[in-house]
């Protein structure tokens, strides 16, 4: 059983879509036979995803669900006609060689931020659209038959989304976990349960991420059926909202005087404030009047690096260079925050949580990174945040932003 998350963000003004996916593969499949795809179109301000199952599981299946969504993403992009689109679909995909169908569901999301969504189903669970913890209907429901595949119909809906909601898309292995399963559950867990989950979870937790309420739809869905995974198991969500901004201070600026402007950077909140370096922290406690404090017990726990100290008030602090070099590691290679060090742990955890990491680069040259005893992958500062920058672009689409004292 594998455990994929994806993710895809976007801000424009001061509004952040957060487009995220939790999937986990069928037991004793070595592939997905769900698919999720992200695009954001930049220059319109527009945001995709494609969500498909293909039929039956494992490799086969995932080549079925992977197509749609290639295919469903780029004639989304290119503003193909819905019915055109599901008729070339349907005609691209291989045979299965014991149905003798080729088919894949899929369910699309396409929004342009200040403006209207629209949602096409074909064979998925009919998406839920919550405002808060209410359901809201859509603007427009109507259905597409297509006279060359006469039994694929087609829902096509357009959805006012507004900020604040959220939208819910997901495979039937969401939806008919336990089914067959359990006797309290003859039908599966079924949409009505699904909408009811989550209201009950953004209830407890309004300002739940969409990271986060994937996940935890598809692991409810995963925990219903205990002991084995009896479908590939995808969710979907997306998230209307104001962006949550992340600040990362790190060396000293090269003049002096500017050490008070520096600090007033880390005053943005506890939750989103990192001070990467000694020289860093110390600065922020000269400036801020705050104290860094580390429990002894941590230096147990850290892993191999220092641990992770608190500023009072500000946020936290780590070793500067070291735990950078292994948070880009963790970036570039994709690995989950768990298997870290605690300072790059916490570091991760706290990107992950954040649509925009701004980070705040002292240019004043530590000596002690000159020293050529140091391994030759110790790169300075402006390096290894200009990689880390391209990692956090690239692999989770963050927006990322560098200034220099």
Same mark, same amino acid.
């Given at each position: 059983?594998?455990?994929?998350?994806?993710?895809?963000?976007?801000?424009?003004?001061?509004?952040?879509?957060?487009?995220?996916?939790?999937?986990? %593969?069928?037991?004793?499949?070595?592939? $997905?036979?769900?698919?999720?795809?992200?695009?954001?179109?930049?220059?319109?301000?527009?945001?995709?995803?494609? @969500?498909?199952?293909?039929?039956?599981?494992?490799?086969?299946? +995932?080549?079925? !669900?992977?197509?749609? %969504?290639?295919?469903?993403?780029?004639?989304?992009?290119?503003?193909?006609? %819905?019915?055109?689109?599901?008729?070339?679909?349907?005609?691209?995909?291989?045979?299965?060689?014991?149905?003798?169908?080729?088919?894949?569901?899929?369910?699309?999301?396409?929004?342009?931020?200040?403006?209207?969504?629209?949602?096409?189903?074909?064979?998925?669970?009919?998406?839920?659209?919550?405002?808060?913890?209410?359901?809201?209907?859509?603007?427009?429901?109507?259905?597409?038959?297509?006279?060359? =595949?006469?039994?694929?119909?087609?829902?096509? $809906?357009?959805?006012?989304?507004?900020?604040?909601?959220?939208?819910?898309?997901?495979?039937?292995?969401?939806?008919?976990?336990?089914?067959?399963?359990?006797?309290?559950?003859?039908?599966? =867990?079924?949409?009505?349960?699904?909408?009811?989950?989550?209201?009950?979870?953004?209830?407890?937790?309004?300002?739940?991420?969409?990271?986060? @309420?994937?996940? !935890?739809?598809?692991?409810?869905?995963?925990?219903?059926?205990?002991?084995? $995974?009896?479908?590939? #198991?995808?969710?979907?969500?997306?998230?209307?909202?104001?962006?949550?901004?992340?600040?990362?201070?790190?060396?000293?600026?090269?003049?002096?005087?500017?050490?008070?402007?520096?600090?007033?950077?880390?005053?943005?909140?506890?939750?989103?404030?990192?001070? $990467?370096?000694?020289?860093?922290?110390?600065?922020?406690?000269?400036?801020?009047?705050?104290?860094?404090?580390?429990?002894?017990?941590?230096?147990?726990?850290?892993?191999? @690096?220092?641990?992770?100290?608190? #500023?009072?008030?500000?946020?936290?602090?780590?070793?500067?260079?070291?735990?950078?070099?292994?948070?880009?590691?963790?970036?570039?290679?994709?690995?989950?925050?768990?298997?870290?060090?605690?300072?790059?742990?916490?570091?991760?955890?706290?990107?992950?949580?954040?649509?925009?990491?701004?980070?705040?680069?002292? %240019?004043?040259?530590?000596?002690?990174?000159?020293?050529?005893?140091?391994?030759?992958?110790?790169?300075?500062?402006?390096?290894?945040?200009?990689?880390?920058?391209?990692? @956090?672009?690239? +692999?989770?689409?963050?927006?990322?932003?560098?200034?220099?004292?």
């Amino acid at each position: 059983m594998a455990d994929l998350a994806q993710n895809s963000q976007g801000v424009a003004g001061d509004l952040f879509i957060e487009m995220e996916a939790a999937q986990f %593969t069928k037991t004793g499949q070595a592939a $997905c036979g769900d698919d999720v795809r992200f695009l954001t179109v930049e220059k319109e301000n527009r945001h995709l995803v494609a @969500l498909s199952d293909g039929l039956g599981s494992g490799v086969k299946a +995932n080549v079925l !669900a992977t197509m749609t %969504t290639a295919m469903a993403i780029e004639f989304l992009k290119s503003n193909i006609p %819905t019915l055109e689109a599901v008729e070339i679909i349907m005609d691209s995909l291989p045979i299965c060689e014991v149905r003798r169908i080729g088919y894949a569901t899929f369910s699309l999301f396409d929004f342009r931020l200040g403006g209207k969504a629209r949602i096409s189903e074909m064979g998925n669970p009919g998406y839920i659209h919550l405002r808060g913890v209410e359901e809201v209907q859509p603007l427009k429901d109507g259905q597409i038959v297509s006279e060359h =595949w006469p039994d694929r119909e087609v829902r096509e $809906c357009e959805v006012d989304f507004r900020a604040g909601d959220r939208i819910i898309m997901c495979s039937d292995g969401v939806t008919q976990s336990g089914l067959g399963v359990r006797k309290d559950m003859k039908f599966g =867990w079924r949409r009505s349960g699904v909408l009811e989950f989550a209201r009950e979870r953004i209830a407890r937790e309004p300002d739940i991420s969409a990271r986060d @309420l994937s996940l !935890a739809i598809a692991r409810q869905a995963l925990n219903i059926t205990p002991g084995a $995974c009896k479908d590939d #198991i995808s969710c979907a969500v997306v998230y209307l909202r104001r962006p949550r901004v992340m600040r990362v201070l790190t060396g000293p600026p090269f003049y002096k005087e500017h050490d008070a402007d520096y600090a007033r950077q880390a005053l943005l909140g506890p939750d989103h404030v990192v001070a $990467c370096g000694g020289t860093t922290a110390n600065i922020l406690e000269r400036e801020l009047g705050a104290k860094v404090k580390v429990r002894l017990a941590d230096m147990k726990t850290a892993g191999g @690096l220092p641990p992770v100290g608190t #500023i009072e008030g500000i946020g936290i602090a780590t070793e500067g260079i070291l735990t950078l070099g292994r948070v880009l590691s963790a970036l570039e290679q994709m690995r989950p925050p768990e298997r870290e060090p605690a300072a790059a742990r916490a570091i991760l955890e706290r990107m992950m949580r954040h649509d925009r990491i701004e980070f705040v680069i002292g %240019t004043k040259v530590n000596e002690s990174h000159q020293d050529p005893n140091i391994p030759q992958d110790l790169e300075l500062r402006r390096s290894v945040v200009k990689r880390i920058a391209a990692a @956090l672009e690239k +692999n989770y689409r963050k927006k990322v932003t560098v200034d220099y004292y």
